[in-house]
């Protein structure tokens, strides 16, 4: 039984690592690294947007950026699935190695690392966090072993060397993702506990030498400038990006998370109330890394990685009665497996290494073929797509935003256009938008049709009707994922009449049949509109569609 609890455990946290990537930052990270190469400095202003260009930019993430435009250019999308799940294994490796020093090892381990990889799905996409979470564990087992193992007084060599060592160790850190600053946290509260115990300032050294090689980057303090920035703007991220807000109690994927967090604070508060109290920093790191997750979903990584190393340190400070501790990892290997397979598992629908539901391929290919007209016209689009865009059209085209901070002051009023059609208007025609890339989705509003004899029949109609109408808006392109608009007037009327679809819209075809059977459009228009629309590069479920659509509007006719 030990032997299936442990393959279990393996089997079932390495299948969590191998989750397909889905993160839409991805593609504006790789342009960031091709301006790189390309130009051979780093970015200093933002570049790739008709909407911010100019506007400063520190790209302190450069060092895992030029890593992955390698690996994409030698192994594609693979290669980049392989690296996430690479970081991710071996930070659980990590994990499983701290436990150890607790004596936490074999089935016990496993069911650490298991119960850390089913719970860490906040930070399970391809990210430059996957770094900083590996650095983050690795100080983690170092300064855990150095607590357990440090004589009362260390040596200067030794003293010097940790203090090298750490410097070294955040220098790289800083030029690869600004989670070193959570590093600091872990460092500072373990040099505190130090001083306060032994008087010893070894780590505190260590802290301030890692502060000052933390500036030797491209774009030296500006870093900490930009972590400011970001804290100043915490309350705008947290309304309109999902990722920077709490995390959510009734979300399902995020289960683990909250049982380890009652569970670690609950054994850590037995063991104060029974005297076999918890080491200070400990205490500590458990209660900042809380309140940091219980404001941003995304630092939960950082927690859970702190929890279950505090957890087991506790755990095994707790005299339970014989083989209640294995039952507890049995039941617990099988409540996990249930619950991979439950929430887990479904992600890997796809079946691929790449979820591309932030990647709007076809309607990016579609700007590409007809960039002859279109380049260089200021384009909206939805903020999830513009790292894909920025990445596949630029510098034919000019996007709107992305994920990057300088666009965090542009979340207020994205958000505040979208309350009505007039608003949308003003915004688009505000920011000279003459193309927009807009999502489709399932949302519609009442509006009549007026019949021939005059009198009106309503019909619940696409929501872009309204806020894209018809008199300023042409669509010119459309797929089950996006729709592509040019605004009147700013492309040539002949170029215009033959891509326009007037009839056959998307989420709109009860109304253009309707037209047809009152006598408005000819089946002529719409059979040219389907004719265009395949053309377009339609899947061939949408063309048989369209297709029986068009049949059963002749049968009817006739």
């Known amino acids: 039984l030990s032997w299936a609890v442990f393959a279990c455990c393996l089997a079932v946290a390495a299948a969590v690592f191998l989750l397909p990537i889905a993160n839409p930052d991805l593609w504006w990270h790789l342009s960031a690294a091709r301006y790189i190469v390309e130009h051979g400095a780093f970015p200093r202003e933002e570049w790739l947007s008709h909407t911010m260009a100019g506007v400063p930019w520190a790209d302190f993430e450069w060092g895992v950026q030029l890593l992955w435009y390698g690996l994409k250019a030698a192994g594609g999308m ?59 564990a690795s100080l983690l087992f170092w300064i855990e072993r150095r607590r357990l193992r440090t004589p009362e007084a260390a040596g200067s060599a030794i003293a010097l060397r940790t203090i090298a060592g750490c410097a070294a160790f955040f220098c790289v850190w800083a030029n690869l993702h600004a989670g070193f600053f959570y590093g600091f946290v872990l460092l500072g509260a373990y040099a505190a506990a130090d001083f306060v115990r032994r008087k010893d300032r070894t780590l ?173 016209k200021p384009l909206y689009n939805p903020w999830e797509w ?45 920011h000279g938008v003459e193309i927009a890339l807009v999502q489709r989705v399932g949302q519609f509003l009442r509006a009549p049709i007026v019949l ?42 002949a170029w215009l009449k033959g891509m326009e679809f007037k009839w056959f819209r998307p989420d709109d075809l009860a109304a253009a049949s309707l037209s047809l059977h009152e006598g408005v459009v000819g089946i002529s228009v719409l059979e040219a509109e389907v004719a265009r629309f395949i053309a377009d590069g339609a899947a061939a479920d949408e063309v048989e569609a369209a297709r029986e659509w068009l049949r059963g509007l002749r049968e009817f006719s006739s």
């Open 78 to 136: 693979t290669a980049l699935w392989a690296l996430k799940a690479g970081l991710l294994a071996a930070t659980a490796a990590i994990v499983w190695r701290t436990l150890a020093l607790y004596g936490v090892a074999g089935e016990g381990g496993a069911f650490g690392a298991f119960a850390w990889a089913l719970s860490t799905m906040m930070g399970n996409d391809l990210r430059p966090e996957n770094f900083s979470l590996l650095f983050f």
């Open 204 to 376: 505190a050294a260590a802290l301030g030498a890692s502060a000052a090689s933390s500036l030797i980057n491209p774009y030296g303090a500006e870093v900490y400038w930009v972590a400011v920035q970001h804290a100043a703007q915490r309350k705008t991220l947290q309304a309109f990006i999902r990722e920077w807000g709490a995390p959510d109690l009734f979300e399902p994927s995020l289960a683990p998370f909250w049982l380890i967090l009652a569970v670690s604070f609950a054994v850590v508060l037995r063991g104060q109330l029974t005297r076999r109290s918890a080491p200070a920093e400990h205490i500590a790191l458990l209660l900042v890394f809380a309140i940091s997750s219980a404001a941003h979903v995304r630092t939960g990584v950082y927690f859970l990685t702190v929890a279950i190393v505090i957890l087991a340190a506790a755990w095994v400070r707790i005299d339970f009665p014989p083989g209640i501790g294995r039952m507890l990892r049995i039941g617990g290997t099988f409540a996990g497996t249930v619950f991979f397979f439950r929430v887990i598992f479904p992600a890997f629908d796809s079946g691929a290494v790449f979820r591309p539901h932030y990647v709007p391929m076809r309607a990016a290919a579609f700007l590409e073929r007809e960039a002859s007209v279109l380049a260089g």
């Open 386 to 430: 513009g790292g894909y865009l920025g990445y596949t059209l630029y510098p034919r085209y000019r996007i709107f935003n992305d994920g990057r901070y300088p666009f965090h002051s542009m979340l207020p009023g994205v958000n505040e256009a979208k309350q009505s059609p007039d608003r949308y208007h003003a915004y688009m025609l505000g």
């Open 452 to 493: 021939k004899d005059g009198r009106e029949q309503l019909l619940m109609r696409p929501f872009y009707l309204f806020f894209l109408p018809s008199e300023y808006w042409a669509l010119i392109y459309w797929d089950p994922q996006a729709m592509v608009f040019v605004r009147r007037g700013t492309v040539p009327d």
